[in-house]
């Protein structure tokens, strides 16, 4: 940080954002309004968001820049209260307690899974593809890729489903089919918990968006081809 001070400017053309993946979703969430891209230097461990290095000087620095909406979250809350918040990379609903979560999938309105059983479902765009949605089976998909990914953690019915990519118009809601309380669940957007939901719906929003910047050498689609294929082949 102490390096690059000298570029800091109270009429800035980049944000630059020094950290992990994590940082750089606290930053979006922050910055998103200033319509200025975003590039990353990666100080932390994954870093799929970042850079890993940067040149020394910044002016005229040529980049690959990477456009996306933002995931627009609409949450309902127990009480009856609504609020509304922005998702870079994923949104998800789980179990709050010990009792598996029961919940009801709908896209576009119409109903496509009555009752799904499992630990919780996850709801991510294209670049949260290659994180958490990740880890619960679903298959990365480039960052310019118009996809929402669905994916579910321990699904225990249907039996033998699996994460599903959908057409990023789709509108998916996730609802809580408990209605005596026994079986809570919380949301988390970006990671951020909203605590306990009764219904989360995601879409690709409108108005939000975000530019991402890489230099040449750290071009998401090559990181995330490399990503899915194994370099130790014997």
């Known amino acids: 940080a102490n390096f690059y001070a000298k570029y800091q400017s109270s009429q800035p053309n980049l944000i630059l954002v020094i950290g992990g993946d994590g940082t750089m979703l606290k930053a979006i969430r922050e910055h998103w309004r200033r319509r200025l891209p975003f590039v990353g230097l990666n100080a932390g461990h994954l870093g799929f968001l970042m850079n890993a290095s940067l040149p020394a000087n910044l002016e005229n620095i040529d980049l690959i820049s990477q456009s996306l909406p933002l995931l627009r979250v609409d949450v309902r809350y127990p ?7 922005l998702a870079y990379g994923d949104a998800w609903i789980e179990r709050a307690e010990g009792q598996a979560a029961w919940l009801q999938v709908r896209v576009n309105g119409e109903v496509q899974l009555q009752k799904v059983v499992g630990d919780g479902m996850l709801i991510a765009t294209a670049a949260g593809s290659s994180a958490y949605a990740r880890a619960m089976g679903a298959v990365p998909v480039p960052l310019d890729s118009q996809s929402l990914i669905l994916a579910g953690s321990n699904i225990f019915q ?8 959908l ?13 005596r309380g026994k079986r809570p669940l919380r949301a988390f957007v970006d990671g951020q918990t909203l605590g306990i939901v009764q219904e989360i719906s995601a879409k690709q929003s409108l108005t939000a968006a975000v530019e991402l910047a890489f230099t040449k050498e750290y071009d998401p689609s090559t990181k995330l081809l490399k990503s899915m294929f194994p370099s130790d082949l014997s």
């Open 167 to 179: 057409p990023g118009s789709s509108q998916i809601t996730l609802t809580s089919l408990d209605t």
């Open 158 to 165: 249907p039996r033998f489903w699996k994460p599903m990519n």
């Open 79 to 85: 009480d009856g209260k609504n609020a509304m918040h």
